[in-house]
């Protein structure tokens, strides 16, 4: 799994219950498999992960914006968790 890019959207409030951020990360290798895969950002993990067609990357909702010292973690259920590397974008509201 490569990230190449990490932006992040701040929603209008109310637009989706429950959650305040959507992410949309732009990469390569995602793949819809057997095992699971799983993201968050520093302690917060990404809901409604949904992978781009072709692996391209993916997005999903956060209850709350990270903290700029939060990092991203991805992994798939099998595998260990791994940190791309990869810093957000400043965000952008919606």
Do not use: C, K, W
Not at 26 to 36: C, E, L, M, T
Not at 46 to 68: D, K, M
Request: hydrophobic share 45%; no cysteine; aromatic share 10%.
């Amino acid at each position: 799994m490569n990230v190449e890019q990490i932006l992040i959207e701040v929603l209008e409030p109310g637009s989706m219950p429950g959650f305040t951020v959507q992410i949309h990360v732009v990469g390569s290798g995602f793949v819809d498999r057997a095992a699971p895969f799983f993201a968050r950002f520093g302690a917060q993990p990404v809901q409604n992960l949904f992978i781009v067609p072709g692996g391209a990357g993916f997005s999903g909702y956060l209850a709350q914006p990270p903290a700029p010292e939060d990092r991203l973690f991805v992994h798939y259920a099998d595998e260990p968790e791994v940190e791309p590397g990869a810093e957000p974008e400043p965000p952008i509201v919606a």
